[in-house]
């Protein structure tokens, strides 16, 4: 979900954060000029979104792994293609 559709999205819940996370959430808010609900949200939505990528290229990563598909370095290719003149 996009921070522009959260916002759409009436509230749901709440999570605790500890004092000093919050007085940062406040700082940086300020100085962005949004609401620290604005910038939780799309802080949180952003880091989702990475933890999302890096799973998904773990397991690329293993899939490739355990198949039998062989690689080949750039060199090897411009050998294989005669572009190594």
């Known amino acids: 979900m996009t921070a522009s559709a959260a916002r759409k999205t009436p509230p749901y819940g ?4 500890r004092k000093d996370i919050i ?3 406040d700082k940086l808010a300020k100085k962005l000029g949004v ?3 604005e910038l939780a949200e799309k802080a949180l939505l952003t880091a ?3 933890i ?3 799973l998904w290229a773990e397991q690329a990563i293993k899939e490739w792994n355990a198949s039998d598909k062989e690689t080949f370095t750039l060199e ?3 050998k ?3 572009l190594d003149t």
Do not use: N, S
Request: charge should be negative.
């Open 80 to 82: 294989q293609l005669g």
């Open 23 to 25: 007085d940062e959430l």
């Open 76 to 78: 090897e290719v411009k």
């Open 48 to 50: 989702m979104e990475d």
């Open 52 to 54: 999302d990528d890096q």
């Open 35 to 37: 609401t620290r609900d």
């Open 14 to 17: 709440a999570i605790a954060l």
